[in-house]
């Protein structure tokens, strides 16, 4: 962990960053002894991509005060569970998804706090909204009353030149900036994995999303 902090905190430095990005921890694939060693150390929040999965560690957590994100693909079927469950989704990539995680959004709890998943790169990638997509969601998110839109995340295509993924994330960061005159609540641009989070930040990433480097391999 201290590895990966260090990473961040010196691409803050060198990128002079305004603000140090949050640190989400990856755990998809991790058995839970590994979250709750990190959980011990200080995390607190855990991204997972398999519902069920993420289920269970929920139940074997208790009530300890973890913040979830779901951070996989959405499948309509499971927005019933996300929506009960996790505390942020960060992979909204179309409306459907959106109008019903915020009607099952139950009435005990806080608005679920969404990410809008933008589609990056040229290449054909699966998931991720075009921009157009994204607006309109933007703005179909202003009359829903229990989902609050706080910002964009991107999965860019892999790379390992710093100069493609950083326009890669710039991509990401215009239309972030641009959005966020009229959406006063978004202030997270969830960008940058084990491989890229230096080019993430330098573009002005606000969380950054772990798993590998800091976790070990998965399963
Ligand atoms: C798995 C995953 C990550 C973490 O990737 P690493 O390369 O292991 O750091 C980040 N974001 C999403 C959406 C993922 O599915």
Same mark, same amino acid.
């Given at each position: 962990m201290q590895t990966v902090i260090a990473r961040i905190e010196q691409a803050v430095q060198q990128a002079a960053a305004a603000t140090t990005p949050r640190l989400l921890a990856?755990?998809?694939?991790?058995?839970v002894e590994r979250l709750q060693s990190l959980y011990g150390l200080g995390q607190r929040h855990f991204g997972e991509s398999y519902v069920q999965e993420a289920l269970a560690k929920m139940a074997q957590f208790g009530s300890a005060e973890i913040v979830w994100h779901f951070i996989g693909p959405v499948q309509s079927n499971k927005t019933k569970q996300l929506a009960a469950h996790f505390?942020? @989704?960060?992979? @909204?990539?179309r409306m459907k998804i959106l109008r019903r995680l915020n009607d099952q959004?139950?009435?005990? *709890?806080?608005p679920l706090n969404v990410l809008l998943q933008l589609k990056v790169g040229d290449?054909? /990638?699966?998931s991720g909204a075009q921009v157009a997509d994204v607006l309109s969601m933007a703005d179909a998110a202003k009359g829903? /009353?229990?989902?609050? *839109?706080r910002g964009l995340m991107c999965i860019p295509p892999p790379s390992d030149q710093l100069a493609t993924q950083r326009a890669y994330f710039n991509q990401a960061h215009q239309l972030f900036d641009s959005m966020r005159q009229k959406y006063p609540d978004m202030d997270t641009l969830s960008m940058g994995m084990s491989g890229d989070l230096e080019a993430a930040i330098m573009e002005g990433s606000t969380m950054v999303r772990i798993g590998t480097d800091l976790m070990g391999r998965r399963d």
């Amino acid at each position: 962990m201290q590895t990966v902090i260090a990473r961040i905190e010196q691409a803050v430095q060198q990128a002079a960053a305004a603000t140090t990005p949050r640190l989400l921890a990856v755990s998809k694939k991790q058995p839970v002894e590994r979250l709750q060693s990190l959980y011990g150390l200080g995390q607190r929040h855990f991204g997972e991509s398999y519902v069920q999965e993420a289920l269970a560690k929920m139940a074997q957590f208790g009530s300890a005060e973890i913040v979830w994100h779901f951070i996989g693909p959405v499948q309509s079927n499971k927005t019933k569970q996300l929506a009960a469950h996790f505390d942020w @989704v960060q992979s @909204v990539d179309r409306m459907k998804i959106l109008r019903r995680l915020n009607d099952q959004r139950p009435a005990d *709890l806080p608005p679920l706090n969404v990410l809008l998943q933008l589609k990056v790169g040229d290449e054909d /990638s699966k998931s991720g909204a075009q921009v157009a997509d994204v607006l309109s969601m933007a703005d179909a998110a202003k009359g829903m /009353s229990r989902i609050k *839109l706080r910002g964009l995340m991107c999965i860019p295509p892999p790379s390992d030149q710093l100069a493609t993924q950083r326009a890669y994330f710039n991509q990401a960061h215009q239309l972030f900036d641009s959005m966020r005159q009229k959406y006063p609540d978004m202030d997270t641009l969830s960008m940058g994995m084990s491989g890229d989070l230096e080019a993430a930040i330098m573009e002005g990433s606000t969380m950054v999303r772990i798993g590998t480097d800091l976790m070990g391999r998965r399963d």
